[in-house]
């Protein structure tokens, strides 16, 4: 998160460590999974579902379901790269941990479709403007710092081509749970060591919330609106999140 202060130094350096040492549990959280137990196909096979859940979506809204490029922010290891490529011409994989990048490129299928490239901030300087027709991101924003989840919203909407859609996943507010309150009350210093020290985690995860009346007052702001929501409780990370269609003005 170049030129973001040292917490987002931090994250920057949390997910380079995660995408090193275990890098599809970091992307898809499973108890089960830790230590490198996720099976490639079963982990693959996750992006497809999410990829086929949210066409079929955009498909009830009228909106394409085939594209000429996609960008996948946080890609991660290229799960939903991977499902986007048969819909599109091009899919660009944006991350800010280059060795998730470079498993990403080890399991690439996508015959030259899937193009992985690393961005050191949330403001997609890598991509031009208007150059992509989708943006989907999915259990990433979450993971910025304050403000970075508002920062890559906005620069979604300055590569979208004008019409051009995206799809994104934001927590909004913590569950009240025992561990949601722990992310209710306690400071993030509290969290990280929380996270290493006690539950083993090779780095710390941040969670950040952004409301919905936030989201939508900076999608408009930068040139778009909300078409759709989608509410969604998350018990496994004790958050609530929503998953929003926002749609760039075409003119």
Do not use: I, N
Request: a neutral charge; aromatic letters at 6%; proline letters at 7%.
């Amino acid at each position: 998160m170049r030129g973001r202060g040292r917490l987002g130094e931090q994250v920057h350096a949390d997910w380079t460590r995660l995408g090193a040492e275990d890098p599809l549990w970091a992307v898809w959280v499973d108890p089960d999974k830790r230590g490198g137990r996720w099976d490639v196909e079963e982990f693959l096979a996750l992006g497809r579902d999410d990829v086929d859940r949210t066409r079929a979506w955009l498909g009830r809204l009228g909106l394409p379901t085939e594209w000429d490029r996609v960008l996948d922010f946080g890609c991660g290891a290229g799960r939903l790269s991977q499902a986007l490529a048969p819909h599109a011409r091009e899919v660009v994989g944006l991350d800010v941990s280059a060795p998730m990048l470079d498993r990403a490129r080890e399991l690439d299928r996508s015959g030259g479709r899937c193009r992985f490239v690393l961005a050191e901030d949330a403001d997609l300087h890598p991509v031009p403007d208007a150059s992509v027709d989708l943006v989907l991101t999915e259990r990433v924003l979450q993971h910025l710092p304050p403000g970075g989840a508002e920062r890559a919203l906005a620069g979604f909407l300055r590569v979208l081509r004008p019409g051009g859609v995206a799809v994104l996943h934001c927590p909004t507010t913590p569950l009240w749970t025992a561990r949601g309150v722990v992310w209710r009350v306690a400071p993030t210093r509290l969290v990280r060591w929380a996270q290493t020290r006690l539950l083993g985690y090779p780095a710390p995860m941040l969670m950040t919330g952004v409301p919905e009346e936030r989201v939508r007052a900076v999608a408009a702001a930068a040139g778009g609106r909300v078409v759709d929501v989608q509410a969604v409780v998350e018990p496994a990370t004790h958050w609530a999140a929503a998953r929003y269609v926002v749609v760039r003005d075409a003119g």
